[in-house]
């Protein structure tokens, strides 16, 4: 079974300060075929970032991917209001297109 | 500007049918592969379907395989999801998502949602 584990569940933290989301998948992703998505309760879902490190259009520089292979990382540098959301990570190479759990970042 | 329109969704009993559909504007549908996404209450995403632009590929997630069709019209800047046999598990909000088009598997752009809710 193709598994992705985001972590932490949750992070609490305030806001202007720096968030570093995990996702580690089960197996090796081809190609970084890695994307990072924020959800917000009653909106559409917003593509951030596309393999593993590019922004995706209109998203601040704030956001920013990295990783490889297995291990991944998002990070929003400054945390502004409106980044206060949930975040999945989704491996697009294979099929099915599993999506990671989920990070909830709060305010703390 | 990408637009993504479900509708359809609603209260069905187990056991029932229900058709979603998606309206698509702002770009040249026939190009791009489209998706089903859907998130069950306070769970989190679950990729439910892929269509190529052409339809000639069609995948599906294991929970829903033999239960669930997707399909589209290039004429009508349309997709669907044929629903059937509709369990508990199914309640969600399914979201329609657009493919790349240049990594048709890569999700983009997503509509709001439309809720199905499966219950007595």
């Known amino acids: 079974e193709i598994v992705l584990t985001q972590s932490p569940g949750t992070l609490s933290l305030s806001p202007g300060e720096r968030a570093t989301l995990s996702c580690r998948a089960s197996g090796s992703v081809s190609s970084n075929h890695l994307a990072w998505y924020q959800v917000k309760p009653g909106q559409a879902p917003r593509l951030l970032i596309s393999g593993a490190s590019r922004r995706a259009t209109a998203i601040p520089d704030r956001f920013s991917g990295s990783g490889s292979g297995t291990d991944f990382t998002l990070t929003i540098s400054r945390l502004e209001p409106e980044d206060f959301a949930v975040y999945y990570c989704q491996r697009y190479d294979i099929s099915p297109r599993t999506f990671g759990q989920g990070t909830k970042v709060e305010v703390k | 500007e990408v637009q993504l329109v479900e509708s359809g969704g609603g209260l069905v009993q187990p056991g029932g049918s229900l058709r979603l559909s998606c309206a698509a504007s702002g770009f040249t549908f026939s190009s791009h592969s489209m998706n089903w996404v859907r998130q069950a209450p306070g769970k989190g995403l679950e990729w439910v379907s892929y269509?190529?632009?052409?339809?000639?590929?069609?995948n599906y997630a294991d929970s829903v395989k033999g239960r669930f069709t997707i399909s589209r019209d290039n004429a009508r800047n349309s997709l669907y999801l044929q629903i059937n046999s509709l369990r508990d598990e199914d309640t969600a909000v399914y979201y329609c998502?657009?493919?790349?088009?240049?990594?048709?598997?890569?999700?983009?752009?997503w509509g709001q949602g439309t809720l199905v809710t499966v219950s007595p």
């Open positions: 998502a657009r493919g790349e088009a240049t990594s048709g598997w890569l999700i983009d752009y």
């Open positions: 269509i190529s632009g052409s339809t000639t590929s069609v």
